[in-house]
């Protein structure tokens, strides 16, 4: 790649969709105060740029990325052209998420246009302060729970009760949702194909067998259409950004603007769950009162006590990613074990006693 032609071509294509000229000021990687050409060249490799520009006097900055190429249903260049559709098509209709400016196709000729022969599609978004609420996690592993904290996972869980009140009568949207929950190359399937045949932690026939039963779930689920509302999809701490107090914006909403609402709570209520384990080895404590927190703040508002007895292949999914050792290749054998023991006894449970859920880290009965 000529990256003067890239320069070129990405100034026009701004001032294309700005109406205006424009002055870059820096093109380059998120963080990085002197960028380099090698920073350039490899934009089209799922890579993420940075660009500050001056137009019309006032200074803008725009985030252009590319979707890089895995194993989750990601292989080909079509499968990522979807998914940055998708999101340029989502994004800008969700409360408080980052707003998608356009999408566009990069070109074997290294031009910019909206749509086009491609070789690669991007998206373009604004720029939104905060910093992802994980570091909030990381903080009160080591000092505690602070009023804050409180207050911010009420804040987290009230924001899932507003847009969960916006519902669809579609039903072979939520039909779809539960299928691609199960088989789609993001969710359960792609998981479970992703682990290693040798692990110390879990087996094929293992896997197997988690497979089959949230197939078996998927059965038990599918037809509850009436609960199709509007959700994030990807509601977890590295996507949640906080400023002061309790503002805070969402980015990467993922795979469609509707869904079961208990994607959305066992995305983000893992996480408490998950953090317990890596401070204690077990479920107690500040991260325990967290996620009762949440749940407490969410059940009293919408009377949705019927999420219980729908959301144990939500938590399967999420727990496959947290044991996971593409993902979280650091974590050690004995919190991987636990989360195996969660994913397995939750999927054995009717419906999810929250009481019981410190339980379910320990040795249970097979699948």
Sequence with gaps: MDVNIFRKNIKEYLEKIN??????????????????????????YGKTLLI?????G????????????????????????????????CFNKLPRHVKSIDVGAFMDSTAFKSLGDASEFFILREVV???EYYHDLEKIKKRGVKEIDINRTKELANYLVKIHKVKNEEASLYKRRIRELI???????GLTDSYPKKLDFTSYQELKEIEKKCVEWRY????????????????????ILFRNGLDFSVIDRSRGEWGEPADDVASITINYLFYSLQKLGKIDGEFLELFNIFWNTYLKKTEDLEMLSVIAPFYAWRGLVLASPIWYPDIETRIRVKIFNFIKNILNEES????????????????
Excluded at 25 to 31: D, F
Excluded at 52 to 56: A, C, E, G, S, V
Excluded at 70 to 86: E, P, T
Excluded at 352 to 367: I, Q, R
């Design 19 to 44: 109406g205006s000229e424009i002055k870059i000021l820096y093109l380059g990687p998120l963080g990085c105060e002197e960028p380099n050409d090698d920073d350039l060249k490899e934009f089209n």
């Design 52 to 56: 500050r520009f001056l137009i019309r």
């Design 58 to 89: 006032k200074q803008v900055e725009n985030i252009i990325s590319t979707m890089k190429k895995n194993i989750f249903g990601h292989q080909h260049f079509y499968d990522r052209a979807k998914s940055l559709l998708l999101d340029h098509s």
């Design 129 to 131: 302060d905060g910093k």
């Design 183 to 189: 088989g789609d190359g993001e969710c359960i399937m």
């Design 220 to 239: 038990r689920i599918k037809d509850k259409t009436y609960r199709l509302c509007q959700v994030h999809g990807d509601y977890h701490p590295w996507n």
């Design 352 to 367: 999810l006693n929250l009481e019981s859920v410190p339980s379910l880290f320990e040795e249970g009965d097979d699948l």
